[in-house]
């Protein structure tokens, strides 16, 4: 089946640091790519929505100039945490919406974030 | 605007009994329903989806979903729980947008 690779699966980095999280599709082509934050023990927070080669959309009371996605190919999209702050630290999950095998949702692994 | 609603914030069965894990929906149109598995610190795991066609879908893992169209419900079920089923639930509908909306989500523990 359709498979997104995520990484990295956690990352540590200090405040003010900027962090890029990849998501790439395995086999397929992605033809949008959506951002979610989790909370613990809490429901998924789509932040954004990113078609390839054109800018991503946000959810209201996403920082666009925070958390900036890239989706540049058909196969790989970027979120970057910039000058990421302790209230940054998340789950982040990327899910993939693959256009050949009727529109079903592949979710990535998840990035563990946490700003010290 | 399409929603989901996960009732129970948790569910306790003992493994081996058969589970349920209920899902009501609120859409305008025909809804697109999905049901997916996260364990700890991990992404979701696609476990079935219901589009069109028979009511009852049938998914990875034995698990099964009844689409009830009256009841507006979705719930996902097991007929024996195991102990590795024990994780987190959440039910989503696609909105206009294409965009999945997912409910609070239910732990499911099954004991031994």
């Known amino acids: 089946g359709a498979v997104v690779s995520q990484h990295p699966s956690w990352v540590i980095c200090k405040s003010g640091t900027s962090v890029k999280i990849e998501c790439r599709s395995l086999d397929f082509q992605a033809t949008t790519m959506f951002w979610y934050r989790q909370f613990p023990k809490q429901s998924l927070m789509l932040m954004a929505t990113?078609?390839?080669?054109?800018?991503?959309?946000?959810e209201q009371g996403v920082e666009k100039d925070k958390f900036l996605i890239n989706h540049a190919s058909l196969t790989l999209s970027t979120l970057t945490v910039t000058s990421a702050h302790p209230e940054d630290s998340s789950f982040y999950i990327c899910s993939a919406r693959e256009r050949e095998s009727g529109y079903g949702y592949t979710f990535g692994s998840g990035t563990r974030l946490t700003v010290v | 605007a399409q929603s989901v609603a996960q009732p129970e914030d948790q569910v306790n069965v003992a493994e081996g009994n058969p589970l349920t894990v209920k899902c009501t929906y609120s859409v305008s149109g025909n809804p697109y329903l999905f049901w997916y598995v996260q364990y700890p610190n991990r992404g979701l795991q696609f476990l079935l989806k219901y589009i069109t066609g028979d009511n009852l879908v049938k998914g990875s893992y034995g698990f099964e979903a009844e689409f009830n169209k009256s009841q507006t419900s979705f719930h996902l079920k097991k007929p024996s729980a195991l102990v590795s089923d024990s994780a987190l639930y959440f039910c989503a509908v696609r909105d206009d947008g294409n965009k999945l909306v997912f409910g609070a989500g239910t732990i499911l523990r099954v004991k031994s």
């Open positions: 990113s078609n390839e080669g054109s800018k991503a959309t946000y």
